[in-house]
């Protein structure tokens, strides 16, 4: 836990980081530049961050002629935290810090076993590979629901064992660190975010393994009382008899993701293929009647949440989303056909890359190394 500086502009400190945080290094003026705050407020703000730890600072290249060259700034290069991204079928444990991954990087692939024992164990096998640096901080990316100020994964349709503050109390343990939980399509979200490019106001899609999705309004993720949110996998559709991980019968994520997509075409060409096959077989070429089916069912219920929020961009992530490179511009196709906004205005749907990482850094910066004042870090 960090004692901030009684003077520390919050606001302007997580700006300045953010901003390293996209490229650097970066001299105090550029990042100036950058954040719309003045040379002087830079300065200050900057002094206080190398205080707390969180950037280096380095002399940067001389120019001949010019004299002294100026100072370059860059995020702190401490592997400060692992970072664990829970995944249905695998799931990464990896060293992070400020700046990233380490280089190379420090990374294991756990393929998921079926209990949370067994997880555990393979988590504590990795243990030496991730290097001996102490750990700050253990962030972890949740699929399913989440209840952060536990943390405690509340249900998770396609992961029960992992249900309960059990399972991240003992990661938190067996690194002996505060565990920081991030729900994984809010990552999604954040880390779009803290890439610099995301709109002010967007659906964040991830179609993968499941479907989930969160909201961003006004920069910032759109929150409900209760921990649920985002859900949208969830929402049944008519016709559709597959039996969903969540106990119920008809969900848009038996369809539309993986393994939902998987036992689409067998059902269609009635054979088994490989994720790679399936992609293979669909480069460059139209796309086949059961998978313009299902996208037309997601993009009705992605349709649901536009017109709910009144918003016009939907951002996808995920392997469903990056199947052919023309499953993008089907899904903005049906959402313009299905939503309100289609009668007289324009839907942007764009594909993004997976930034979890990114996300799960934006929000440890956030809840653990600059968190609001009083607010205790979690
Ligand atoms: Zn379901």
Redesign the pocket.
């Known amino acids: 836990m960090y004692v901030q500086p009684a003077d520390l502009r919050l606001g302007n400190a997580r700006r300045v980081l953010a901003a390293l945080q996209r490229a650097w290094p970066c001299t105090r003026p550029e990042l100036a530049r950058r954040t719309g705050l003045s040379t002087m407020t830079v300065g200050k703000v900057a002094e206080q961050l190398l205080e707390l730890g969180l950037l280096d600072e380095a002399p940067g290249e001389p120019v001949p002629g010019l004299g002294r060259p100026p100072r370059q700034l860059s995020p702190s290069a401490r592997l400060r935290f692992v970072a664990i991204e829970l995944g249905v079928h695998t799931s990464t444990v990896c060293r992070l810090g400020l700046a990233g991954e380490a280089v190379p990087p420090r990374r294991v692939s756990i393929a998921m076993p079926g209990s949370a024992a067994e997880f555990l164990a393979s988590v504590g096998a990795a243990r030496t590979a991730l290097g001996p640096e102490p750990v700050e901080a253990v962030l972890i990316s949740v699929p399913g629901v989440l209840d952060s100020g536990g943390p405690s994964i509340v249900y998770s ?1 396609n992961l029960h064992w992992s249900e309960g503050s059990g399972l991240l109390r003992a990661l938190g343990a067996a690194f002996g660190a505060p565990v920081c939980a991030v729900q994984e399509a809010q990552a999604l979200a954040l880390g779009h975010l803290a890439a610099g490019t995301a709109p002010e106001h967007f659906l964040m899609v991830d179609f993968g393994d499941g479907v989930g999705s969160s909201v961003v309004t006004s920069g910032k993720l759109l929150g409900g009382p209760l921990p649920l949110s985002g ?1 949208i ?4 559709v008519p016709g559709n008899l597959r039996r ?5 019968i ?5 369809l539309a993701g993986c393994a939902g997509l998987l036992a689409s075409h067998r059902e269609a060409c009635g054979r088994d293929v490989t994720w790679a096959d399936l992609q293979r077989s669909l480069a460059g070429g139209e796309l086949p009647d059961w998978l313009l089916r299902t996208l037309d069912a997601l993009a009705m219920v992605l349709a649901g949440a536009l017109n709910l929020l009144g918003l016009r961009e939907v951002v996808v992530v995920g392997a469903g989303a990056e199947l052919s490179p023309r499953i993008v511009p089907q899904l903005r196709e049906r959402l313009m056909a299905h939503s309100l906004l289609g009668r007289f205005g324009e839907i942007e749907c764009r594909l993004a890359p997976a930034r979890r990482q990114l996300g799960l850094l934006a929000a440890a910066v956030d809840r653990r190394l600059l968190p609001e004042p009083g607010r205790v870090a979690r």
């Open positions: 349709p859900e996998g969830h929402t049944p969903c991980g969540c106990g119920a008809g969900c848009i994520e038996t």
